[in-house]
């Protein structure tokens, strides 16, 4: 079974950092896919940017440049590093997993952490 728990949000001012994590991310042998999503009020869930085991990522234009994604495979938990935050950042910002299908497929998500930018 599949956890995931994101910590780390809360409010910034415009220009302001913020790093997120999401702990409980499976094995790479389980994994097809992870990544950050996030929700803004009266919008649909939208990708931030995706990281594979070997490291590789790629992050949505609007986030290009300002954020990150990582992982430490030994701690299980993958990270958003977010810098140069702007208001329109503002979000509750959930991690995924997309287990293999033979180990049991789906989606998987945390319960969400609220980003606030202010300007």
């Known amino acids: 079974q599949v956890q995931l728990v994101e910590s780390g949000g809360g409010l910034a001012q415009a220009g302001g950092s913020l790093r997120l994590s999401c702990v409980g991310v499976?094995?790479?042998?389980?994994?097809?896919?992870m990544g950050w999503y996030r929700q803004a009020p009266g919008k649909s869930r939208e990708l931030v940017g995706v990281?594979?085991?070997?490291?590789?990522?790629n992050v949505a234009d609007s986030v290009k440049g300002r954020f990150s994604i990582s992982r430490d495979n030994a701690k299980n938990t993958m990270y958003l590093q977010m810098n140069n935050l702007k208001p329109e950042d503002t979000a509750v910002y959930y991690c995924?997993?997309?287990?293999?299908?033979?180990?049991?497929?789906?989606?998987?998500w945390g319960q969400g952490t609220q980003v606030t930018v202010s300007s």
């Open positions: 995924n997993v997309r287990r293999r299908v033979s180990y049991g497929g789906g989606d998987h």
């Open positions: 499976p094995s790479r042998y389980s994994v097809e896919a």
């Open positions: 990281i594979t085991w070997g490291g590789d990522t």
